[in-house]
C-alpha cells in the first residue's frame, strides 16, 4: 500500500465550479499535511498546509483534514483555467522528510 | 521570501559523464534535500543533509552521491550518468523540524533541472 494516494486524473471542472481534491495515507502518526501546485515543466508551489483536524481556509482554497479517517483534502472554490495544475499531497510523519503522492491532475475548461 | 536556486533549468550530458547539479537556497535552512520526478512515479527522495557535511540516502541514492560543504549549497552527483537518469532533477529546502513546531515543516522547492543523458 502506498503511504499516500491520491486519483491521478484528470479531474475536469468548468469554470466557476468547486474542484475537489482528496488524498489519503496509511501513517496515523502523520502530523502536518501541505499541498503543492505544480504546472507543467515547473516545480511545486506550496499552496496550503494543514496540522490540526477541521478546515482552514486561504482565499479560494481551503484545505479539510480528518485524522481518524487519514483524510486530506484540498477544495478550490471558484475555480479557474489557471487553476489547472496538478496537485500534490504531502504528509510528514514526524521525521525530516516529507512523503508525497503522485498528484492530481485538474483540468478547469472555460 | 524563501528562494531556492539550481545550477542549470536544461542540461544534456552523455552517457558515463560526471554531472554536477548544484542548488543555493538564501534561507538559512538547515535541510536540504534532492529529488527526481518522472511520469507516474512521482517525487522520489534521492538524498538530504541536515547540516554541513551531513547526508542521509533517500528512497532512491544509487549511482548517485551529495556534497555539503556550506549550508547554503547542496550539489547532487551523477558519477557516471546513464540514460535511465533522464529526469526532472528538484531540489528543496526547509527548516528542521525541531524548529517548525508551529509551522509544520514545509518544504521549499527550487525551480528543476530537466537533465537528458544521451
Known amino acids: 500500500q502506498k503511504e499516500v494516494e491520491q486519483n491521478s486524473g484528470p479531474l475536469s471542472v468548468p469554470e466557476g465550479a468547486i474542484a475537489s481534491l482528496n488524498c489519503t495515507y496509511s501513517?496515523?502518526?502523520?502530523?502536518?499535511f501541505f499541498w503543492y501546485r505544480q504546472y507543467s515543466g515547473k516545480s511545486p508551489e506550496l499552496i496550503m498546509s494543514?496540522?490540526?483536524?477541521g478546515d482552514k481556509e486561504d482565499g479560494r482554497f481551503t484545505a479539510q483534514l480528518n485524522k481518524a479517517s487519514q483524510y486530506v483534502s484540498l477544495l478550490i472554490r471558484d475555480s479557474q483555467p489557471s487553476d489547472s495544475a496538478t496537485y500534490l499531497c504531502?504528509?510528514?510523519?514526524?521525521?525530516?522528510?516529507?512523503?508525497f503522492g503522485t498528484g492530481t491532475r485538474l483540468l478547469v475548461s472555460p | 521570501d524563501v528562494k531556492v536556486t539550481q545550477s542549470s533549468r536544461y542540461l544534456v550530458k552523455r552517457t558515463g559523464e560526471k554531472v554536477f547539479l548544484e542548488c543555493v537556497q538564501d534561507?538559512?535552512?538547515?535541510?536540504m534535500f534532492w529529488y527526481r520526478q518522472d511520469p507516474g512515479l512521482g517525487l522520489r527522495l534521492i538524498y538530504f543533509?541536515?547540516?554541513?557535511?551531513?547526508?542521509e540516502k533517500g528512497d532512491i541514492p544509487e549511482g548517485y552521491s551529495v556534497s555539503r560543504e556550506k549550508k547554503e549549497r547542496f550539489s547532487l552527483i551523477l558519477e557516471s550518468a546513464s540514460t535511465n537518469q533522464t529526469s526532472m532533477y528538484l531540489c528543496?529546502?526547509?527548516?528542521?523540524?525541531?524548529?517548525?513546531?508551529?509551522?509544520?515543516?514545509?518544504?521549499?522547492f527550487g525551480p528543476g533541472t530537466r537533465l537528458t543523458v544521451t
Open positions: 504531502a504528509v510528514n510523519t514526524g521525521f525530516q522528510k516529507l512523503v
Open positions: 494543514i496540522y490540526s483536524n
Open positions: 543533509s541536515y547540516d554541513v557535511k551531513m547526508k
Open positions: 528543496a529546502s526547509s527548516d528542521p523540524i525541531w524548529k517548525t513546531v508551529a509551522s509544520g515543516y514545509e518544504q521549499y
Open positions: 501513517d496515523r502518526v502523520s502530523q502536518s
Open positions: 534561507m538559512d535552512h538547515e535541510n
